[in-house]
């Protein structure tokens, strides 16, 4: 499994990189704070259902979640459904609001 940190991550959207960047968190949480990401709760990915995202498989999709250890259990998921280039943000949403505050 591929991964990255949030400040690589940050570097990409700061350089104004298009980003497939997909959340796994809870509505309640992605409500609370997101970076813009499509939301896709865990519990959704395990059951099959990503059909808000299949047309993804081929590309480089960035999964994030509070810790970076849902994010790492989505990406299982979605490479054993054939996605070929999925990259765990690692630290998740905890590290971004460290890194960047306000």
Avoid at 5 to 29: F, M, S, W, Y
Avoid at 65 to 93: D, K, P
């Amino acid at each position: 499994m591929k991964t990255i940190d949030v400040q690589a991550l940050n570097e990409k959207i700061k350089a104004g990189e298009t980003l497939n960047l997909v959340d796994v968190r809870e509505p309640a949480e992605h409500s609370e704070f997101n970076i813009g990401g499509i939301l896709l709760p865990l519990g959704d990915i395990r059951v099959g259902d990503t059909e808000s995202i299949d047309h993804l498989k081929e590309q480089e999709v960035f999964l994030y979640c509070r810790s970076g250890n849902r994010s790492g259990q989505a990406a299982m998921v979605l490479e054993s459904l054939g996605f070929t280039n999925v990259i765990n943000v690692t630290g998740g949403m905890l590290s971004w609001r460290d890194s960047f505050p306000g």
